[in-house]
Structure formats: structure tokens, C-alpha cells
């Protein structure tokens, strides 16, 4: 393994996540991977680039992963954990991304002992445009940590905390927040359409959108506030639909909710 290279990896659930997560990494050139996941549909999108076994009982014998990153629903912990515990050692980080479960229930699922880091990233990871944050657990290493670090970074943006009640919110803001803007996305196709629009060309537009100001709000040093006035002309139309918008009771008592909503969901999955 060269310095910029990826370790092989260990990857725990291969859905919506885990997948995106593989896609950034393999087109980050990861030549290692064994995939423990049930359904092989799942992986049929990598057949040839990872290997997929139904079970942690028919992981190669000699395979030893750098990190093993448990990417399976938070329900799943419990009775998933405890067959990965033999793999905890200090040539080896598990890297989880599931969303509420505390670093101390799943060390005590590993055994006890294992370097756990729990992590929050988002789907666009995919393209390799994630946002993820991370939270070391008790004695994991430098090394592991920039393991961890080298391997978040092949798919985007990573953030440390040191505080694990941060990722409770993180979790409802950029764990959730893709599903935010998606959600965006549909609604202006849906009133594009109500005005009158051709279907086809009310798809295009939102989606162009949406994509079109996230590659702006990438590229430009200006705050996302000021890229806002940029588009709204005085006494013009932005500013007409800003205003039923932005009143105290429409998005920003909504979103102010739905984030406390997603935060108190996260802390409820701790379990
Ligand atoms: N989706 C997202 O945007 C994000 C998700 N996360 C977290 O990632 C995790 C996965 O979420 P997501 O990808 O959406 O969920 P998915 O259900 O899409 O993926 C989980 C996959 O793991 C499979 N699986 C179930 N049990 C096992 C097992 N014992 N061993 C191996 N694989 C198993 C599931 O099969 P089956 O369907 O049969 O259960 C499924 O294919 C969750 O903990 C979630 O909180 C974090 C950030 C963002
Ligand atoms: O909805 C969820 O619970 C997961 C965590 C963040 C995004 N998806």
C-alpha cells in the first residue's frame, strides 16, 4: 500500500449508503474489498471489483482489513456485531456510519477493546462530493485516525469532532440533508408543472436547479445568504417568492423543526 493508496476493506452492508460509499472509493481506485451483504443484487453493480460473501462466517480466512465500516441499519447492530469482534486489533479501525448508535454500545458489541470511530457521511459520496464528520471512540490510534481520514477524504469533505453528542445533529443536517434538497428538487418540478410548464421540461429545470446552484455555492467564495441576493432583483419576481418563503412561519420554523425532529430521532437510536 502506497501512501495515497486505499487499504482493503472490510465493507458491513452494501444499501443505499454503504453503496455510494464503495462507488466514491472504487473510483478512487480501491483494488481490496470483501462485502458482507445478504442480498447480491445489491452488489451486482460491482460484480468483478469487490468480493460479496452473504455472511461474516465466509469472510477469506486470511483477508485482514485496515477498516471495517459497518454500514448496516442501526436495528441491525445488536445481533450483527458481536461475529466481527475476532477482527479488533490494532491493524484494524471500524469506521461506523450508522446513524444514532453510541461508540460505547457498539465497542462493548466488538468485544470491548476495538477502535471504533463513528462517522456521519451523506449520499454524495457516490461522486465522490460526501460531506462527513467523525468522532473518534477511546483508544483509537493516530494511525487509525489517518486511516480513517485518508479514506473519508477519497469521497469528499471530512470534519472531526471530539464531542460524539455532535453527531446527533450532524446526522439530521448533512446525514439527512441530500433528502432536503431532493426534496426541493420535486417541489419546484411539481409547481413548475402547476404553472403550466411541459413535464419533461419541468424534470430538467429543477433538476438543473438544484444542481446548477450547488455547483455555484462550490465554486464561489460568496456567502449562500449574498448568492441568494445576487438573484433577487429589487421589486422583481425572486423577492415575490421570497417573501412567502422566508416569513418566520414558512421554511425557517419549518426547517427549524424537521432538523430537531431528525436530532431527536438520532439520539432516540442510540438505543
Ligand atoms: N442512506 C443514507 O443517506 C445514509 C445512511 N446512513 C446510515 O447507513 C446505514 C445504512 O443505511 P442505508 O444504506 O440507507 O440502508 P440499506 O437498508 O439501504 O442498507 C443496508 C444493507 O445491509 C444489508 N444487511 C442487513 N443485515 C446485514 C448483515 N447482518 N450483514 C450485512 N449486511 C446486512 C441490508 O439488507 P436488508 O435490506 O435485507 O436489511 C441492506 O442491503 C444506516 O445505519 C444509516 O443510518 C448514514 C448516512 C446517510
Ligand atoms: O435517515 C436516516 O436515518 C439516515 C441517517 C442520515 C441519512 N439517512
Known amino acids: 500500500m502506497t501512501e495515497t493508496s486505499l487499504p482493503p476493506l472490510l465493507l458491513v452492508g452494501c444499501g443505499k449508503m454503504g453503496g455510494a460509499m464503495l462507488a466514491g472509493w472504487l473510483e478512487r481506485g480501491l483494488d481490496e474489498a470483501v462485502v458482507v451483504e445478504p442480498h447480491a443484487a445489491a452488489v451486482a453493480g460491482f460484480a468483478g471489483r469487490v468480493t460479496?460473501?452473504?455472511?461474516?462466517?465466509?469472510?477469506?480466512?486470511?483477508?485482514?482489513?485496515?477498516?471495517?465500516?459497518?454500514?448496516?441499519?442501526?436495528?441491525?447492530?445488536?445481533?450483527?456485531?458481536?461475529?466481527?469482534?475476532?477482527?479488533?486489533?490494532?491493524?484494524?479501525?471500524?469506521?461506523?456510519?450508522?446513524?444514532?448508535?453510541?461508540?460505547?454500545?457498539?465497542?462493548?458489541?466488538?468485544?470491548?477493546?476495538?477502535?471504533?470511530?463513528?462517522?456521519?457521511?451523506?449520499?454524495?459520496?457516490?461522486?465522490?462530493?460526501?460531506?462527513?464528520?467523525?468522532?473518534?471512540?477511546?483508544?483509537?490510534?493516530?494511525?487509525?485516525?489517518?486511516?480513517?481520514?485518508?479514506?473519508?477524504?477519497?469521497?469528499?469533505?471530512?470534519?472531526?469532532?471530539?464531542?460524539?453528542?455532535?453527531?446527533?445533529?450532524?446526522?439530521?443536517?448533512?446525514?439527512?440533508?441530500?433528502?432536503?434538497?431532493?426534496?426541493?428538487?420535486?417541489?419546484?418540478?411539481?409547481?413548475?408543472?402547476?404553472?403550466?410548464?411541459?413535464a419533461d421540461l419541468a424534470r430538467r429545470m429543477a433538476r438543473a436547479t438544484v444542481a446548477g446552484s450547488g455547483a455555484l455555492l462550490a465554486a464561489s467564495a460568496e456567502s449562500s445568504a449574498q448568492l441568494r441576493i445576487n438573484v433577487t432583483s429589487p421589486k422583481g419576481t425572486t423577492e415575490r417568492a421570497l417573501a412567502v418563503l422566508m416569513a418566520p412561519e414558512a421554511w425557517p420554523a419549518a426547517l427549524s423543526r424537521a432538523i430537531a425532529a431528525a436530532t431527536e430521532r438520532s439520539r432516540e437510536l442510540a438505543g
Open 52 to 198: 460479496r460473501v452473504p455472511d461474516p462466517a465466509s469472510i477469506p480466512a486470511g483477508f485482514r482489513p485496515g477498516a471495517v465500516v459497518l454500514a448496516i441499519k442501526p436495528q441491525e447492530a445488536a445481533a450483527t456485531l458481536p461475529a466481527f469482534a475476532r477482527l479488533a486489533g490494532p491493524e484494524t479501525v471500524f469506521l461506523s456510519i450508522m446513524a444514532g448508535r453510541a461508540i460505547g454500545g457498539m465497542r462493548a458489541a466488538l468485544g470491548g477493546e476495538a477502535a471504533v470511530i463513528r462517522a456521519m457521511p451523506n449520499t454524495p459520496a457516490a461522486v465522490r462530493q460526501g460531506f462527513t464528520v467523525a468522532c473518534p471512540g477511546p483508544g483509537v490510534t493516530a494511525a487509525q485516525r489517518a486511516l480513517a481520514d485518508r479514506l473519508l477524504g477519497a469521497i469528499g469533505e471530512v470534519a472531526w469532532v471530539e464531542e460524539e453528542g455532535l453527531i446527533d445533529p450532524v446526522t439530521a443536517v448533512s446525514g439527512g440533508g441530500p433528502a432536503y434538497v431532493f426534496l426541493l428538487a420535486e417541489l419546484l418540478e411539481k409547481a413548475a408543472v402547476e404553472q403550466g410548464l411541459p
